[in-house]
C-alpha cells in the first residue's frame, strides 16, 4: 500500500490556490462524509452545513475555510468534527489529516512537530513553526514554541500554512505557521458541552464548556481537568486549563474581543533509552528518570485582545497580547527554574481593490513582541530537589517584522502573488553569575515571495511559488552549559532557505487531492547534538537540502451500499522526506537525522444514517536515521488503529478508540547525534506507545 501511495503521488504533480477575485473551490465537495449533523471531512478539511457564521474578529468554521483556499501553495484547515470522536491529547491528534506534517509523540502531550524538516535541532519542544492561538502568537520573541498551551478540547479549528504560506500571519520559518482557534459564543457548535474521557494507564479526561450568543456580545468559557499514568513509567501527567473570550460588537462595523487562558501542567519525563530497551522493554525508563524527578511543569497565564474594524472593502485587525509564564524543570544535572514575561502587539490591514485596472488584494501587517525571562539552574540534589545555584541569566529578546502581500488579477482565473517581508531580531543576554559571558546579537533578514496561481475551474486550483526564510536561534541554542567547550552565550548565526513550491489541490467526481512538491537549499541549519538523554547541544551546519513530497488522498469508494445514506470513504496522507547535506566536509551527502523518508498513514471510515461510524487506520514508516554520520537507524514500523462511535437522541454521543491493537514494539523519535559509534551516550531511543484503549462520552445541549 505504501508503494502504491508513492508511486500514486509521484505520478500527480499538481498545485493549488486561489484568491479572492478568482473562483475558490466549490463550497460543497464531491465526497462527502455523513457525521452527526452533515459535516464532510476531506483531507483534513471541515465542511459543515448549517455551520454559524462567525464575527469580524472570529470567522467561523466556513468563513476560514474559504480564505485558507484562497492561500498561494500547501495549506490546509482542520475542523473539530475532524476529531472530536477520538481521544485527541496532542498535535499527533489533531493534525493527523494534514498532509506533509509529521507530528510524532514522544510523552504526554510532547510531540516532535515537524514540516518539511523544520526544527530537526529540537528533539524537545518547538522551533521552526511560528505557533498561534487565535492569531496571536504562542511562539516567543526567540522563536520557542510550546504545544501545552493549546487545549485540543478548546479548539475550534486549526490552520496550517505549510512553509512561506506562513507570511498569512507574518511568519517567515521553514515550517510555516500554525493557528489554533478558540471557539467563541458565535462559532461554537453548541451552547453547553460535556464531555468525560477515560481508558488506559489511569486515563481521565473532564470538559466543560458553555458558548452564547447574546446579540451585541456573546461569550466562550470552557475548563479541562485531565490525568493519567502515561503508558511508560515516570510518565504520570495532571493538568488543569481555562480558556475563554469575550466579544462585543461596538457598532456593526466595529468589534473587540478579549481572551484568557490558564495552563497549569504537571508532567513527568520518562526519557530516551537504548534501542534494546525501546524494542523489548518500552515500558522502561533510565534510572536517573526517577532518582533525579525528571519532570516538565510550566504555569501560565494568558490575556489578548483583539479589535477588528470594517473600512469599505477593507478590514484593520489590531491588538495585543500578554503572557506570563513559571517553569519548573528538574533535568539528571540541573533544575531549570524560569519565570517570564511575553507581551506585544499586531496590526494588520486587508484590502480589496484595483491596480491597473486590473483586481487586487493587498495585506499590509506589523508584529512587535518582546521577552523578558529569568533563566536560573540548580544543582539537581536528587528528586527533583534544588542545590547550589549554578546558573542566573536574564533572556531578553524582542522580535519586530514587517509584511506585506499582493495578489494582482493578471487575467480571468490566473493571479500573481508577490509578497515580502522583513525581520529584526535581537538578543540581551545578561549573565549574572559571570558577567564577562553577557552578550547582545542582531539578526536581520528580507524574505520576499514570488508566486502564480491559476483556477483551472471552480473545483481544481495550480500553483507554483518561490519564497525565502529565515529563523534565528533560540535561547535553548544560544544558552548552552556546555556547547561545544564553551560556556554560556553561543553566538550561532540565523539559518536561511530558499523554497520552490508547486503543487494542486481540488475535487473530481468522487475524488479529493492536496498535493504539493517542495525544493529548499539551507544554509546554516540549525542541528544538534544529544550529550545525555535530557540534554543537547546546537550547531550551525554548512549547506543542506530539503526536498518532498506531501500527498493527501480521499476517495468515495461506496455510498447507498448497505442502506440508503451509507458511505464509504477511504483516505489517505504520505509524505516523503529527502533531508540531505549537500557535500558537506564532514559527512558529505549524507542524510540528516531524525525524521524518517517515508510517513504514510490511511483510514478506511464508514458512515451509517443512523449515526454510528467504523474506521480502521494504519500509520507506517521507514526506518529513521539516528546520527549525521549515518551509522545508526532505527527500525520501521506499521501499526494499526481502530475508531468506532456512535450518535444517541437528546445530544449524546459515544465513542471507542483502539490503538496500535496488534501492540507492535517500535521507536517513535530519536535524540539526534553526529556519530552514534563513537557517542558514549547511546540512549537517544523514544519507544511508541504500545496498545491502548480510550473512550468517551460528549453531551451537547442548549
Do not use: C
Request: hydrophobic share 35%; charged share 20%; net charge neutral.
Amino acid at each position: 500500500m505504501l508503494v502504491f501511495t508513492q508511486r500514486a503521488a509521484a505520478a500527480a504533480a499538481l498545485l493549488s490556490a486561489a484568491s479572492p477575485a478568482m473562483p475558490a473551490l466549490a463550497a460543497d465537495t464531491p465526497i462527502e462524509i455523513a457525521r452527526h449533523e452533515g459535516p464532510v471531512t476531506v483531507l483534513g478539511e471541515v465542511k459543515v452545513q448549517g455551520q454559524k457564521d462567525g464575527s469580524l474578529t472570529a470567522p467561523g468554521v466556513n468563513e476560514a475555510r474559504d480564505a485558507i483556499n484562497q492561500r498561494p501553495g500547501g495549506v490546509v484547515l482542520i475542523g473539530a468534527e475532524a476529531f472530536e470522536d477520538r481521544y485527541a491529547v496532542s498535535f499527533k491528534d489533531t493534525l493527523r489529516d494534514a498532509p506533509g506534517v509529521f507530528a510524532q509523540a514522544r510523552y504526554g502531550e510532547e510531540v516532535r512537530l515537524s514540516i518539511r524538516g523544520s526544527g530537526l535541532g529540537n528533539n524537545a519542544h518547538l522551533r521552526g513553526i511560528y505557533l498561534l492561538q487565535d492569531g496571536i502568537p504562542v511562539s516567543r520573541a526567540d522563536g520557542f514554541g510550546d504545544f501545552q498551551e493549546i487545549d485540543p478540547l478548546s479548539t475550534r479549528y486549526l490552520e496550517v500554512f505549510k512553509g512561506g504560506n506562513g507570511l498569512r500571519y507574518g511568519g517567515a520559518t521553514l515550517g510555516g505557521a500554525i493557528n489554533a482557534v478558540t471557539p467563541t459564543g458565535r462559532t461554537a457548535a453548541q451552547t453547553w458541552l460535556v464531555r468525560a474521557e477515560g481508558g488506559s494507564n489511569d486515563t481521565y479526561r473532564q470538559n466543560l464548556s458553555y458558548a452564547k450568543d447574546y446579540g451585541r456580545f456573546d461569550v466562550y468559557a470552557a475548563v479541562t481537568n485531565a490525568r493519567s499514568d502515561g503508558y511508560r513509567d515516570h510518565q504520570r501527567t495532571d493538568n488543569q486549563r481555562i480558556n475563554g473570550n469575550v466579544g462585543y460588537r461596538i457598532k456593526d462595523n466595529v468589534e473587540t474581543r478579549f481572551y484568557i487562558g490558564f495552563n497549569e501542567i504537571d508532567q513527568e519525563i520518562p526519557g530516551a533509552v537504548s534501542l534494546n530497551a525501546a524494542l523489548n522493554d518500552p515500558r522502561s525508563v533510565p534510572a536517573t528518570a526517577e532518582s533525579f524527578d525528571i519532570k516538565r511543569d510550566p504555569t501560565t497565564f494568558r490575556v489578548v485582545n483583539k479589535t477588528s474594524i470594517r473600512i469599505g472593502d477593507g478590514q484593520l485587525d489590531v491588538g495585543g497580547f500578554f503572557w506570563d509564564r513559571r517553569l519548573y524543570h528538574p533535568l539528571t544535572g540541573p533544575v531549570v527554574d524560569q519565570t517570564g514575561h511575553f507581551y506585544g502587539g499586531f496590526a494588520q490591514w486587508n484590502g480589496r481593490g484595483t491596480l491597473f485596472g486590473l483586481a487586487n488584494e493587498v495585506t499590509l501587517g506589523a508584529n512587535v513582541q518582546a521577552g523578558d525571562n529569568d533563566a536560573r539552574t540548580f544543582q539537581n540534589v536528587g528528586g527533583g530537589t534544588r542545590g547550589n545555584r549554578t546558573s542566573d541569566a536574564r533572556e531578553r529578546a524582542v522580535l519586530t517584522d514587517v509584511y506585506a502581500e499582493n495578489r494582482l488579477t493578471v487575467v480571468p482565473r490566473l493571479q500573481l502573488v508577490t509578497g515580502i517581508q522583513g525581520l529584526i531580531s535581537t538578543r540581551h543576554f545578561d549573565d549574572r553569575i559571570n558577567p564577562a559571558e553577557s552578550a547582545n546579537r542582531t539578526y536581520k533578514a528580507v524574505n520576499p515571495k514570488l508566486g502564480l496561481l491559476y483556477a483551472f475551474d471552480d473545483h481544481t486550483q495550480f500553483f507554483g511559488n518561490v519564497s525565502y526564510s529565515f529563523e534565528a536561534p533560540n535561547y535553548g541554542a544560544l544558552n548552552q552549559t556546555t556547547p561545544l567547550g564553551a560556556n554560556g552565550f553561543v553566538p550561532l548565526d540565523g539559518q536561511r532557505a530558499v523554497t520552490g513550491e508547486i503543487g494542486s489541490r481540488g475535487e473530481w467526481a468522487r475524488l479529493a487531492w492536496n498535493l504539493s512538491y517542495y525544493y529548499s537549499l539551507v544554509d546554516k541549519e540549525l542541528l544538534q547534538q544529544a550529550t545525555s538523554p535530557t540534554t543537547a547541544i546546537q550547531f550551525n551546519a554548512d549547506e543542506t537540502i530539503h526536498q518532498g513530497l506531501e500527498a493527501g488522498l480521499a476517495v468515495k469508494l461506496l455510498a447507498n451500499a448497505i442502506s440508503a445514506g451509507d458511505t464509504l470513504v477511504f483516505q489517505q496522507n504520505y509524505a516523503l522526506n529527502e533531508l540531505t547535506f549537500d557535500n558537506d566536509a564532514t559527512y558529505g551527502g549524507n542524510r540528516l537525522a531524525g525524521l524518517p523518508k517515508h510517513y504514510y498513514q490511511a483510514q478506511f471510515r464508514y458512515d451509517h444514517p443512523l449515526g454510528f461510524f467504523v474506521e480502521p487506520g494504519l500509520e507506517a514508516a521507514n526506518s529513521l536515521v539516528v546520527d549525521y554520520a549515518n551509522t545508526q537507524r532505527s527500525p520501521g514500523y506499521t501499526i494499526w488503529n481502530l475508531s468506532t462511535g456512535v450518535t444517541l437522541p437528546r445530544g449524546v454521543s459515544l465513542f471507542f478508540d483502539a490503538r496500535n491493537l496488534f501492540d507492535q514494539r517500535y521507536v517513535g523519535s530519536v535524540s539526534t547525534t553526529t556519530n552514534f559509534q563513537t557517542v558514549t551516550n547511546r540512549n537517544l531511543f523514544l519507544p511508541g506507545e504500545g496498545r491502548q484503549f480510550f473512550g468517551g462520552v460528549r453531551w451537547a445541549f442548549s
